[in-house]
């Protein structure tokens, strides 16, 4: 679309929810056209020619990735969403410079390398994604959320060495950031809500605000619901704003352990939402495995994203967009991660080095059998059941053997394999990522709030909302998110951790709001979080198809693998010693990713 003044053209994916509030905006300031439309792209447009580029993105609240082109500056600008909800793609093929919101339709594009990056490949493998700023091709990157990339004429024409990053310059291309989640952090840090009734209020009007923003859509819209604490605070504020019920949606599945649909029927049935819930069989959720790797794009491992394809698609027989609970977690301190992880610390902090290297050793040394015998006994004799004792044991041998610091701490809690050059045949050091990025000051004693600023800069746009993203635009389904809109995660940092978290559970302040509309009995349970039995069936009906990807050969077979470690593992899952789930996920999946691209250019050779 052209700006009414003509001088800019603009490519938009995404919604900006506030756009009659900028468009009030300009017309107050007489920076209004004679609107053409209702659209928020003409919004934007009409911003940009007002305000600028940068000053537009601030006063919007929405989800995007954009390209700008100035025709008279002759400068193109590409522009990532706060937080990473909307993927966005630029680099080079051949000597031209592409970008684009799909790997895919870079691909096509006669010179495009699809070569694998070692250095991303390792990444994956530490923690199941391809963390931004680079993809799994070489000279394509991820634009890191909140950030401009602007060219001008006589950019380069071949990639740079290392992958740009913002406030860095590569010839005539730049990238700077019009949004910064540590000024943010530290920002709520200065400006901290003494009251808990304020907080409580506060948190409850603005989620508020956010949620009615995303309601608009001139398309039927409806909700995840899991019966959590997040996606029920997300439906409860929609059906307070709503004139009719509205439409929510669940799968369960005919397991325990596995199955949150009943909770959900209840928190439904206590709304008066429209439910909708789909019981899905062990082999329904297999069957959507196959269609994984084209639908992500890049290697992606969070097994979580097969029921995630699953609730997309019962919903999108409905619904055109779906409002989720994502971000509660990661604002609010909801990941288990965040208590054991730093329980563990605070045990072990005053250790010499050297010391908890041995006492790591000793539980290593231990046989899991002897852990898993112990458990039982333990359980029989009145102790707290725990599952797969030596498992456990064992891999937390392994962290206190390795880790020095809190930041090594997190960075092994969010790692799957803990030394992912090993895996492949070609030498590669493992690169820096955005865990080793400064963090904001005054974060120092902070243990908690330290990993959740890490988890909203890597594990949510990288793992979560790629994950949903992808599995919902797979059935043509928008997903939006309340609980990132700006005003949101501003308002979160100025909450105390203690009204985040008490009583070793998280989410305090956010409970509270809840309680306003549901019962605490409908939400008071253990975290259960979106998981499917995927250790056990690669030991039962996925053990043919894991057992091809995982064979010497058709590990050796791209050149890139080392089979050995790959093997060991295998077999350590398969005899029940240990649970390597998550491990051997990454791989099957990287794996059936390479063979999915290979198909693809083949038959793209062949067409005439």
């Known amino acids: 679309m052209h700006s009414a003044c003509g001088r800019y053209v603009i490519v938009f994916n995404g919604e900006i929810y506030n756009h009659l509030d900028l468009r009030r905006a300009l017309q107050a300031v007489g920076g209004a056209p004679a609107w053409r439309g209702h659209s928020d792209t003409e ?5 940009i020619a007002c305000w600028g580029l940068d000053e537009t993105l601030r006063r919007s609240r929405g989800m995007f990735a954009i390209a700008l082109w100035d025709r008279q500056a002759k400068i193109l600008q590409l522009a990532r969403d706060r937080l990473g909800e909307k993927p966005l793609y630029w680099g ?23 070569g694998v990056c070692p250095q991303a490949l390792i990444q994956y493998f530490r923690f199941n994604y391809v963390p931004a700023p680079r993809s799994i091709h070489p000279g394509i990157y991820k634009l890191e959320p909140g950030t401009i990339l602007q060219v001008s004429s006589g950019w380069p024409t071949l990639p740079p060495a290392q992958p740009l990053r913002p406030d860095q310059s590569y010839g005539s291309i730049h990238i700077r950031r019009y949004w910064f989640l540590n000024d943010v952090v530290q920002a709520g840090l200065r400006q ?74 209840a928190v439904a049935r206590h709304l008066g939402t429209d439910h909708t819930m789909l019981k899905v069989t062990d ?16 290697p992606f491992a969070d097994s979580s994203q097969i029921p995630t394809h699953l609730v997309a698609r ?16 990661e604002l609010f301190g909801g990941y288990n991660r965040y208590f054991w992880g730093t329980r563990i610390w605070r045990k072990v902090a005053w250790l010499p080095h050297p010391l908890r290297m041995a006492v790591g050793h000793l539980l290593q040394s231990i046989p899991v059998s002897a852990w898993d015998t ?11 059941p725990i599952v797969r004792a030596g498992d456990k044991a064992h891999k937390l041998g392994a962290r206190l053997r390795t880790v020095k610091d809190l930041d090594g701490l997190y960075r092994s809690l969010v790692s799957e394999w803990t030394r992912p050059p090993q895996l492949l045949q070609q030498q590669t050091t493992e690169p820096v990522s955005l865990l ?142 240990r649970d390597w789930t998550t491990r051997l996920w990454g791989v099957l999946m990287f794996q059936a990713w390479s063979g999915s691209i290979r198909e693809d250019f083949v038959t793209a050779a062949l067409q005439p």
């Open 192 to 265: 901290q809500i003494a009251s808990e009734a304020d907080a409580i209020q506060q948190l409850e009007n603005t989620l508020a605000v956010s949620v009615q923003r995303q309601m608009l859509a001139d398309v039927p819209l409806g909700a995840f619901l899991s019966g959590g604490i997040d996606s029920s605070t997300i439906v409860a504020l929609m059906q307070r704003h709503s004139v009719r019920p509205v439409k929510t949606f669940t799968i369960g599945f005919d397991r325990p352990g596995y199955d949150e649909s009943g909770h959900a029927a």
């Open 92 to 114: 080079w093929c051949g000597q031209q410079l592409v970008f684009a919101s799909e790997l895919k339709a870079l691909r096509a594009h006669p010179d495009f390398n699809a």
């Open 374 to 384: 112990a458990a039982k006994i333990g359980a029989a004799l009145g102790a707290e």
């Open 314 to 329: 019962v919903a999108r027989q409905q619904v055109t967009v779906a409002l989720s609970g994502d971000g509660g977690d």
């Open 43 to 47: 919004t934007l447009l009409a911003g």
């Open 436 to 577: 080793d990025d400064p963090l904001p000051e005054g974060l120092e004693y902070d243990a908690i709030t330290r990993m959740m600023v890490q988890d909203l800069r890597t594990y949510l746009p990288d793992d979560i909302l790629c994950k949903v993203d992808r599995a919902a635009m797979g059935v043509s389904l928008e997903t939006r998110a309340p609980f990132l809109d700006a005003d949101v995660v501003e308002l979160a940092f100025r909450l105390p951790l203690t009204m985040k978290i008490r009583a070793g559970q998280g989410k305090w302040a956010v409970r509270q709001v809840l309680y306003r509309y549901v019962p605490r009995e409908l939400i008071e349970r253990p975290k259960m979080g979106f998981g499917i039995p995927v250790g056990e069936w690669l030991r039962g009906p996925l053990r043919p198809w894991a057992d091809e990807l995982l064979s010497h050969g058709n590990l050796q077979r791209t050149g890139l693998l080392n089979p050995e470690p790959i093997q060991k593992v295998w077999a350590e899952h398969l005899s029940g010693r």
């Open 283 to 298: 082999t329904e959720a297999r069957e959507v495995i196959p269609a994984l790797p084209r639908l992500y794009d890049e």
